[in-house]
């Protein structure tokens, strides 16, 4: 299998990617964010009004007691009105990680309580929206992402029908670990989707999915280290454990368009003697073939 170089020959960039857009602009968003979060705030100044001090406002909301929604809502309004040092999701562990911990190590950046108690006391409705809005600002996160993989399987099914099955989460859900599938692979690998041969189930390839709504600087250099880093264990492990798989990573959205995310894509593009290919859902037709899965 030679090594293509496809990707390069790509003048018009934009010819190539699938914008999704299920974004819902402002001002309609405020709305619909208020209502989501409209009691976690009044619960946040009904804690705030019965503290006695700030810590104690953390101690009330890292409780097992509290259901796990509300609590993590608590904690992005203690994170963006108390204490901007915290980690939201360091915050969440709280089995892990004890409340007299965060105060001990956090506790002198922790907003003083008496000024606490002036700014949340009968909360101006525009204070709500605008706390509404920096709690749910990531609230769609990943969405995107989601519904890229899920357009790919639709795609994929109808193409390949019976020749060919792919597995995987097509929105949420828990990532396929190499581990799963070949159990004396060592280490962490997790992969969005699989693909394989319908008649005898003979894995043929793996799949990562990103979708990047804009892209770039030391984002892409993330990226660019990790997907790399992808190909690097995949064919250490095949030094190992001779295997046939591809690897197939499906990048779309206008930060594909970035100048450093375009020529990493282009690098990866054709990697491991031509087992790696990366498509777009425009380029899945012409790259996802029967000929390449099964060489």
């Not at 018009?12 to 979060?37: G, H």
């Not at 004396?184 to 793996?206: K, M, S, W």
Request: some cysteine; overall charge negative.
């Amino acid at each position: 299998m030679s090594k293509t170089n496809f990707l390069r020959t790509i003048s018009d960039l934009s010819k190539i990617i699938t914008p999704i857009d299920s974004a819902i602009r402002f001002p309609e968003v405020l709305e619909l964010l208020l209502e989501k979060y409209a009691k976690s705030i009044d619960t946040f100044c009904e804690l705030i009004q019965s503290s006695e001090s700030s810590a104690e406002v953390l101690q009330k909301i890292r409780t097992g007691d509290r259901n796990a929604d509300e609590r993590s809502a608590l904690l992005k309004m203690y994170r963006r009105c108390v204490s901007p040092i915290l980690d939201t999701e360091t915050t969440k562990k709280i089995k892990k990680i004890s409340t007299s911990t965060l105060i001990d190590t956090y506790g002198d950046t922790f907003k003083p309580i008496t000024k606490l108690k002036a700014q949340f006391t009968d909360l101006p409705i525009e204070q709500k929206y605008a706390l509404a809005a920096l709690v749910g600002e990531y609230d769609t996160r990943g969405q995107l992402g989601y519904q890229l993989t899920e357009l790919f399987f639709d795609w994929f099914e109808i193409r390949f029908k019976s020749q060919y099955t792919i597995e995987g989460p097509r929105r949420a859900g828990r990532d396929i670990e190499l581990s799963d599938l070949y159990p004396n692979f060592q280490g962490t690998y997790p992969c969005d989707f699989v693909v394989r041969r319908h008649c005898d189930q003979e894995l043929l390839a793996i799949g990562f999915a990103r979708y990047d709504s804009t892209r770039g600087g030391a984002q892409s250099d993330d990226r660019t280290g990790g997907n790399l880093n992808k190909v690097d264990k995949a064919k250490a492990f095949d030094q190992v454990t001779p295997t046939r798989f591809k690897l197939i990573f499906l990048a779309d959205g206008p930060g594909l368009m970035h100048g450093d995310t375009w020529e990493e894509a282009c690098t990866l593009d054709g990697q491991w003697h031509g087992r790696v290919r990366v498509v777009t859902l425009e380029l899945a037709e012409k790259r996802i073939t029967p000929e390449w899965l099964e060489s």
